[in-house]
């Protein structure tokens, strides 16, 4: 994006009254966001939803002084910015129409033909949380997922962590400017972070981390994403926002469910009790139900010369060779596994290379 069209688009957000949507409408009616400010009043009150305030607004002056303050800190801080109409931003948050106009970005990450998933959950998370998220993380890693979360406390701060220490990618959605950083005590994990990804946000230097700017921040999170996963939450809590903006956006959501008793589960239970969210048991689950092929990937498992099978993976094993090719869940029933379960042993023994996925869902021994 041109210096120019930056400072103008900056500008163009400051004015009181534009927000993301209307901006676009602005643009997209005039061409560019310089054009914006160039069009005559009598043009621009022909958009549905421009009014006498916003066009009398649209005449202060004042917001080129804060463009030009913001457009400093950026260019002095190597900060870079992805224009929802640019390839560098979110493929998947341009088809949000509420999606930020404007991403600033610190760090190295790379979507391009990447898959993304965002991993969400209680500020309080639990030894089962912890040893669930860090199996999932582990179970991913042939596919080179990017770990999207918020960089707070609990869930987002393990699966980050987690990632990084598997040398995936991960990206920290921020409720603030990035001049800062919040919560402070995880100031720490900052450079290893912009190593392996890095920060994200729609918000200036001069934003605070108030408290309306996380459910904000929380759009991003789960439009960004092939899918959004709930690992724990109690009966309330940001994770359950950003699981219902899933939806809405269409995408797909997973909860790990967990027992009646626990806290920290009841509100997964109640995701998956509303059919607001698949139920997460493994990574088996979420490959499967993304459609994602294993196989296609640089970092996939490559076959052992021996390989040890357990009891059940023998039995799949055998009937693979036996048929040659079969459906999942005719796996299952003939194998006589439920079907969570067969997913998870397939995904086992493909990670061994000893099977591999087919399209239509098929399953072969190799």
Known sequence: MEVSELFYTLALLKVEGVGDIMAKKLMNHCGSAEAVFKTKSQQLAAIDGVGTMLLKNLKDQSFFDKANKELEFIQNNNINTAYFQEENYPDKLKHCVDAPVLLFTAGNIDLKNRKIISIVGTRQITSYGTEFCKKLIEDLIPLNPVIVSGFAYGVDIVAHQ???????????????????????????????????GGFMTEFWSSANPDKENF????????????????IESAERGGSLITANMANDYNRDVFAVPGRTTDKYSTGCNNLIKTQKANVLTSAADLIYMLNWDIKEEPKAVQKQLFVSLDNDEQKIYDYLIKTGKELMDIIALECEFPIYRVSSILLNMELKGVIRPLPGKLFEAI
Not at 220 to 227: L, S
């Open 215 to 230: 459910v904000k921040r929380n759009r991003i999170v789960a439009g960004m994403a092939e899918a959004t996963i709930v």
């Open 162 to 196: 987690l990632a990084m220490e598997n040398n995936l990618q991960t990206i920290g959605v921020l409720a603030h400017g990035l001049n800062q950083i919040y919560p402070k005590n995880h100031k720490k994990y900052m450079a290893k972070m912009e190593q392996n």
